[in-house]
């Protein structure tokens, strides 16, 4: 599998990963054309939900002519992999840690960003003909274990303060919904939902297609410089050349992109196998229902949801390495701790699940994403953490109105620029290091 910190670029011509969406989804994706420009107002790099938000809003709202352009298909990376958890937040710091530093108001600010997001979300799923499969139950963020019920109970003080909406259900109210011994209490987030991440890919590229955003599959950037103060992007299929570039990239991006962007993210392999459909007994003994989100505790956390069709997705962090992404251990591992969660389906954990596939996501050296522009020209967004279906949508609306210089508001996503990782040649050793000590906590 492609690894960012190894190979040069992913592509061209690498086909989707072999997931339960690719293979379940049908959908209509906009016609790619053939030709890349010579020229134009306006690059993105990356056609997943950041690339292709940005894109939208640039040419809908701001009028500007722009090129789209992805190493393999749209949507080939994050944007077509994910488990479709669509939650409030981003990164890795909740309304809490936000509180702490910036206090009520601030903490109150982010959460009216997260909802601009879900307005977006809501907007493109009315836009698709099926909805984007939505499951409406809400997210479960439950204590896997009885020493992280207090930590959890403490959140859920300082969350129910922001939204009340929010409800905390106890041993006994967790257990009438997951029958699981690894779920002793939970905090229920109702507002967020299931969809297929397939099918919102699609519906953001048909956008972006009618509102005039020409699309260019297989045509990764090999190359980068610049000529008569215009940046020059080498790619695969030819030439271009525009005074803005966003690179909407991601955990996907290889290490040499552009030097403005070195070694200030970590690329993380997540990782996800779907069983085959559930048994009615099956389902019975686990008790979950077919439209609730789950994550864990955990610091690498676990998370599971039920499938309109009735397989369970279950996901958690994979390999380290791109090459050692599809070997069957990882998978086992997954169906393993599926059987932790879950010891009423031995037999389903006995056999091999239907589909294991796996993604880069972008982790920030302080937890949380920034929209800035690294350089005159240059705009990124990177850094979710794994956490993006939600936030990426106004991500991309925020680095389009960064390049039409309108000023974006103060909050600490759009203030500096991602810190570099200190040695950032030794990133995958402290990763290697942070997986034993999480693994060792969570025993
Ligand atoms: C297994 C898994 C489960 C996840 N589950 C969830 C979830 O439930 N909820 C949630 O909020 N988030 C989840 N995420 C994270 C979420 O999917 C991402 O945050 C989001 O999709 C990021 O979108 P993006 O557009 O920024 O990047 P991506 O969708 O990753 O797109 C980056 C694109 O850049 C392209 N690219 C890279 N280099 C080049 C180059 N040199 N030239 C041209 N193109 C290039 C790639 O081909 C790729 O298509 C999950 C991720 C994974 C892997």
Redesign the pocket.
């Known amino acids: 599998m492609y690894d ?1 910190l190894v190979d040069n ?3 061209p011509a ?1 086909p989707h990963a072999r997931s339960y969406w690719q293979a379940t989804t049908k959908t209509q994706l906009p016609k790619p054309s053939a030709i890349l420009p010579e020229r134009t107002n306006c690059i993105v ?8 938000n940005a894109a939208l809003e640039l040419a809908k709202r701001f009028g500007q002519k722009v090129v789209l ?19 409030p937040g ?1 990164g890795r710091l909740g309304y809490g840690d936000w509180q702490k530093r910036l206090g009520d108001a601030g903490a109150r600010a982010i959460q009216a960003e997260y909802q601009r997001g879900f307005d977006r979300l809501e907007r493109h799923l009315e836009l698709c003909p099926q909805q984007l499969q939505v499951q409406r139950g809400g997210y479960l963020k439950v204590a896997h274990q009885p020493s992280a019920v207090e930590g959890l109970r403490n959140s859920y003080q300082t969350l129910k303060e922001f939204d009340p909406n929010t409800r905390w259900l106890d041993s006994d109210a967790i257990q009438a919904r997951i029958r699981s011994p690894q779920a002793h209490a939970a905090i229920h987030f109702p507002q967020s939902f299931g969809i297929n ?1 397939v099918l919102l ?1 699609a519906s953001i590229a048909r956008q972006a297609s009618e509102a005039g955003v020409t699309l260019v599959e297989d ?4 190359h980068w410089d610049k000529v008569g103060g215009l940046h020059r992007l080498h ?1 695969a299929k030819g030439r271009v050349c525009a005074p803005n570039i966003i690179i ?7 290490n040499h ?1 552009h030097p403005s962007i070195h070694g200030r993210t970590l690329p993380v ?4 196998i779907v069983t085959r459909p559930l048994h009615a007994e099956e389902r019975q003994a686990i008790g979950l229902s077919s439209s609730e ?1 789950v994550m864990d505790t955990r610091t690498l956390k676990y ?1 599971y949801r039920l499938l309109p069709d009735g397989r369970l997705l279950f ?1 958690g962090r ?1 390999a380290i390495r791109g090459k050692d992404a599809g070997h069957p251990r990882y998978a086992r591992h997954l169906l393993q701790a599926l059987r932790g969660s879950f010891p009423a389906l031995r037999e389903l954990t006995s056999e091999p699940a239907d589909y294991y ?6 982790v920030a050296l302080d937890d949380y994403p920034r929209v800035y522009s690294p350089e005159e020209g240059v705009y990124t ?2 850094g ?1 953490c ?7 949508q106004i ?2 609306q925020r680095l389009a109105e960064l390049v039409m210089g309108e000023e974006l508001p103060p909050l600490p996503f759009y203030q500096s620029p991602l810190p570099e990782f200190p040695f950032p040649h030794f990133r995958r050793v402290g990763q290697w290091a942070f997986y034993q000590l999480a693994r060792w906590r969570s025993l």
Do not use: E
């Open positions: 960012p670029c992913p592509g690498q790099i990356g056609a997943g939900y950041t690339g292709l352009i992805d190493a393999n298909r749209i949507g080939w990376g994050c944007s077509t992999r994910n488990a479709g958890f669509a939650m981003t991440p890919t045509a990764p950037v090999q790619t909407a990239t991601n955990g996907y991006t290889p992109l392999l997540s990782s996800v989100l998370y996901g994979g596939w796996s993604g880069w996501v972008s967004s990177m979710y794994g956490a993006g279906v939600t936030f990426t991500a991309g």
